[in-house]
């Protein structure tokens, strides 16, 4: 009862809340952008305009930290401003938005190279195109398939050199006859080339005849599913006796010594920003990470064939990693004791639509330990003293076609971040004619593994690039890689011949700032050369990388030259509003001429600057047989945590009730 | 009220339990051990005899095998045997007890290099003697000291080369006056060694005085801090309506699709034997983990001066990890639904010595998902289908003087296991003259970070050894290396220039089986290359590595020798009863013999064997201050993951009810 209440005092909090700067943009601020730009652009039946990326231009952050500092109780905010990007007569616009003034501020058309995102709407309208396209019929008619349980998808098609690039797709068809799992029934050697823009199909193949893959097996939803069934594992209730530990006023969230600000971002998903952590022994807040997101998920498939060799996806720029999220379920998705939020985004037409429960928060009791001791050393002593450990988690999950991505922030008392990918959904397949491996002969190579009759599971890898623009303890801040290395013992009278010290270098320009983790021993941190803790130390927070993986693809090979951000696991750069995107803005058939890696190049100084650290997390997924039909969550994760940024452990004296 | 009862019936079961050939020795066993032994050794006060190392010698696997594949529905017990070390007049026996025949059935007096385990009883007498030593006590005077604050602990000294070594031990002494953080307040500079069979300090030094680091700060116990609290954080309370999923009976743990054998070890503690999944579609038991544990936790510090170049510790083998096991406190050390679990050991003496929840046993509801995926590509369908994820956590804590290691084996429905481990305690920690690192001139090392006045929290590793003899569906298994190679697009139709592809191979001797990870992308997996799935196939299970370090010592340094086990992450050695020990079974003072490291210098055969899996885990640990007074639990991990061990996702048909 007591929990209904508390849950209901959120839910009042969350409308009566204060608006602040860093807000995604309402309902009604997306209507008024929509309305704001179509009085500016009158469509016809010849020239139609679409809301390609409609995103809140947050202030710069000297206009939000000093809407921070003000001392008045309601300080005016900062303008509200809409970032836009629209097609129009065949070219990309980018438009700035004033909604206060109710004005168009600046408009651009985009002159460089690559696309906008593509909308759902325009993913929709593409994949009816070979309904009513008369060689695709005759292929279904061809292999004997019901037209009507076919369905088909657009995919993005890369950049591999071509000097003129239109905005065109691929789209590609799945049978669905007797299963939710299309991915799982693909008409192999059948593709179509289509104009976006112009909404028609260009070109047509259709390769190769091979069987579609069966439905037997491929099925996921319980209600479809035939006995055995099992596991069966029993649940659990929580209840939370003194009641959730959070609050969330507006965008706003505070829990134990954290509060931060949760914003939605169309083609980013979720955006923390101001996290800061309360110092109980300095009796106030301190700044950690000022904005912090994921800005680009890249996914190469390994397939060099005719079908497959331009599946080289960029999640975030192609995709919308905030657009793609999906709905959470209660009590699956997210634990009994977790509070929803919804998000809004823009639709093709300029329309809100309402994602229901684009984020779970909740607090996370895994029965893990804090810190403890036990002491036996002290004659008829025994001590043990132990703090149980909870902090909270901040999700969403973003379903970018087959795959579903379960991106986790997670705030512990302790000070740290830590920053978990989940990856479940379906696998990319691909139709073959085997079934067996015995029947692989020689040197042929399948691209990936054998998964079920006719079904491969292709090789592929996932790189998440977070965006994060740490401010420990204030804006100016260096990055020290500190290196283990080994020394001789020199002093005759000890006969040890070795140990190992550390040697601390601060990157003074962005070349300095990039590491490829995994060749030597070394810990990096952002640190505040500023701010010294009583001892002398630099405040300074540290980077404890997850799941390191490499590029295999040859550098000068287009998609890598499109991913070049991958290149290094670290950059570190200076901050700038509008280097936020580590593959560029406009990504889809982008040529890399926009990514991090080029920005880099300027080797701008970054020593006792205000600077972003880029951290691109990794994995090459060989499938397996367990991720048929459906994957068993794959976790990977990493971690920021304090590092002399304390005085002392900060969960020391924590007291949980 | 329902948990309750079945909590009971647990209990009981617990009580009623069959025996099982790896139990580890009961009580009563371990009095009949030292009953048979101290009738063939009558001690007198010139001969003391001392239990140093008590354990099951557990069966060889033919006969647990066979016990285990009997038809009849109690099939009699192989022969219950002790294996014991002990000293008597001044060297290490081993005994062998058959318990059945109540008879020692042989004795060896071991030659080699090397000493048994310090037990509790010696290192607690060898802490006494230097309040009887004059010599101590004057130095205690004059530092104006208590003595009866004064406490003083037994560290093991390794090997520097010394052709003739005794059984030694270095007895460094703490302050606690207002504090149970003795490390914290160290005696720096005074060091007594102390012979552990004649029981005498042998030398004292006093090299210099400097302060005992002062008592402010030092203290963790709640009861002794002082405010302001925080952060204060709500707890949970969690009820399973459906009751707990795991039944216990005796050592035997059943849950969901897993079954095991847990026991307990004096040298290593946990012991998970008998792992098996239930394969809902071949419905039946599949082997997975014959047994596995942690062989040896290496630990060398980095400091080469005087008083501290000795401190490589190697806590299985000089300490007992299951010795030091903790008694885990219900609500903090695990969850409000945990099961605890007693052990027992024999100590110096033989006597049984209970360890009260020496293992947590508990269902884990985290929070995360065991797999989704939501589709919204079927035109006027959303399918969103999600399993919410458990898991069966087994847990330990073996503190090891200062350190606290918090030890995981989590089971997942979908087969994997996670081997989880908390680091968190108390630092070692050196006193020193500076309170500011502004003091710290020129060139000078303290080896360690400045914490707080006076004191260094120093540089050092944690090595994990986990031994894992997997049985992947059967015995006979090989570990297969599959590397991913950059390969070039040959096809000139196919504009993209490169991709990955897969290149396996299967070790066939030992000196194959040896991996540094790190070094390029592979994926490691031990299958059962006469068990194919229906694909084709081999079953198998994939090691995903997680915090991989190297050793930094120059690998002919006296440590590194010891620990040689470390100079690669992944070993595979033919099983052979007698290799359970990474560092070998005389750890204390060993010159590094009798390590892993030798065994598979004789590169046998291990292809299509039953073979063991030794994987190293390891951390280089430069001290934050915020691991003062006590850590904030870092937490490293792996995962053991199905690869074609199924013919798909074995959790597709879970339910969680």
Redesign the interface.
């Known amino acids: 009862m007591k929990i209904v209440v508390v849950l209901v005092l959120i839910q009042a909090c969350w409308r009566c809340a204060e608006a602040h700067p860093l807000d995604p943009l309402t309902p009604s601020e997306l209507n008024l952008v929509r309305t704001i730009i179509t009085n500016s652009y009158p469509t016809s039946s010849s020239s139609n305009l679409t809301f390609q990326h409609v995103a809140l231009d947050e202030p710069d952050k000297p206009q939000i930290l000093s809407w921070l500092s003000s001392k008045s109780m309601a300080p005016p905010l900062p303008p509200r401003r809409a970032f836009v990007i629209a097609r129009f007569q065949k070219q990309s616009l980018e438009i700035t938005v004033d909604l206060s003034t109710r004005s168009i501020i600046s408009t651009r058309v985009y002159k460089g190279h690559g696309f906008p995102t593509l909308t ?1 709407v325009e993913q929709g309208l593409v ?1 009816q195109l070979p309904f009513s396209y008369e060689p695709f019929k005759d292929s279904l008619n061809k292999r004997a398939l019901n037209m009507s349980q076919v ?1 088909c ?1 657009a995919f993005t098609v890369g950049w ?3 000097e003129k690039t239109k905005r065109v797709v691929k789209v590609k068809c799945y049978y ?1 006859n007797g299963t ?1 799992n ?1 991915y799982a029934r693909p008409l192999e050697g059948v593709a179509m080339v289509a104009d976006l823009d112009e909404m028609r199909i260009l070109s047509f193949s259709d390769r190769f005849g091979i069987p579609v893959p069966k439905a037997e ?1 491929t099925e ?3 209600s479809k ?1 035939k006995p ?18 959070f609050t969330i006023d507006g965008h706003s969230v505070s829990w ?2 954290w509060k931060f600000h949760l914003g939605f971002d169309f083609q980013v998903g979720a955006i923390i920003s101001l996290a800061s952590i ?1 110092d ?2 300095k ?1 106030r807040y301190r700044e950690v990470l000022y904005r912090g997101f994921i800005s680009e998920v890249f996914v190469p498939y ?5 079908e497959w ?2 599946t080289t996806y960029f999640d975030c720029g192609e995709y919308g990693f905030g657009q793609s999220a ?2 959470l ?1 209660p ?5 009994p ?2 509070h929803f939020l919804d998000a809004f985004y823009a639709d093709a037409n300029g329309n809100p639509v309402k994602i229901t429960n684009a984020f779970c928060i ?18 008829n ?1 025994l ?8 902090s909270l ?1 901040v999700r969403m ?1 973003s ?1 970018v ?2 795959y ?1 991505y ?1 991106i986790d922030w997670e705030f ?5 971040i830590k920053f978990g990918v ?1 990856l ?3 696998l990319g397949m691909k139709g073959g004619t085997y ?4 029947q692989i002969k020689g040197e042929t ?1 399948i ?1 990936g ?4 009759d006719n079904t491969i599971g292709v ?1 592929h890898d996932h790189f998440f690039t977070y965006y994060l623009d740490l401010d420990i303890d204030g804006q100016r801040n260096s990055f020290v890689k ?1 290196t ?6 020199k ?1 005759p ?10 040697v601390s270098e601060t990157a003074k320009t962005e070349a300095d700032g990039r590491v490829k983790l ?2 030597e ?1 070394a ?1 990096l941190a952002v640190v505040n050369p500023n701010k ?6 630099k405040t300074g927070y ?1 980077l404890l990388p997850g799941s ?3 590029p ?3 550098s ?5 030259i499109r991913g070049a951000f991958s290149n290094y696991n670290v950059w570190v750069t200076p901050y700038n509003k509008s280097e936020k995107w580590a593959a560029g803005l406009f990504v889809d058939r982008s040529r890399g001429d926009d990514t991090l890696a080029v920005k880099s190049r300027k080797n701008r100084e970054i020593e006792n600057e205000d600077i972003v650290l880029w951290y691109t997390m990794g994995l ?1 997924h ?1 499938p ?12 990977v994760g990493f971690e920021l ?17």
Chains 1, 2 share one sequence.
């Open positions: 759902f994949s369905v998808a591999f050199g071509a669905t939710a299309l097996g996921y939803r319980l599913l055995p069934f099992g596991p069966k594992l029993n649940g659990v209730n929580v209840t939370q006796p003194h009641g959730p530990g134990g010594n309360y109980i022994e009796q390994q397939d060099p064939t005719e060799y331009y999906s709905s379920e009590l699956t998705d997210c634990p004791n977790a909740f607090e996370k009791h895994a029965g893990d330990i804090m810190w403890r001791h036990t002491e036996i050393a002290i004659p002593q001590i043990t003293e132990v703090r149980a450990d909870v988690v999950v379903t076609g087959n579903d379960v512990k008392p302790s000070g740290s989940g479940t959904g379906i079934i067996n491996t015995d190579d691209h593994t054998l998964l079920a090789y500190t283990l290395q080994t020394q001789k013992v002093d009278k000890i006969p040890r011949k070795s140990y190992w010290t550390t995994g060749l021993a810990e010294k803790t009583k001892r002398g130390n540290r390191v993986a490499h295999l693809l040859v000068d090979d287009y998609p890598q090459h060989v397996s047989q367990e991720d048929y039909p459906v994957m068993p969550t794959l976790s945590r304090p590092t002399n940024f304390f005085e002392a452990n900060p969960v020391l004296k924590a007291i949980v009730n």
